[in-house]
């Protein structure tokens, strides 16, 4: 069974049994999740989403990616900045699709 869900503002081809890194969604490791903003499943195309359709998993971790340096430069000014940013995900197993 495929599905296409959306959650964080982007969109994600699914089936059951996959493992996906979403943005960080509220939960604990071993609790449900359920999505309902399923844009395909299994041939049904929604406008824009699927009719009780849903996809749910469990949550398998919640973590930080690598970190991302940003570098500010200004020539002639001696203006020089650098700052990291970790961006926190939530890794989801899809237990139903």
Known sequence: MTAIIE???????????????????????????NFD???????SVGKPYVPGAAVTGKVLKQAKGKKIHVL?????????????????????EITKA
């Open 72 to 92: 500010k430069y200004k020539p002639k000014s001696k203006y020089r900045r650098k700052i990291g940013a970790r961006q926190q995900y939530t890794e989801i």
């Open 7 to 33: 959650t964080g503002g982007k969109q994600y081809l699914v089936k059951t049994g996959d493992k996906i890194q979403v943005e960080k969604l509220p939960g604990e490791a071993g609790s449900s999740v």
């Open 37 to 43: 903003k399923v844009l395909y499943h299994d041939g």
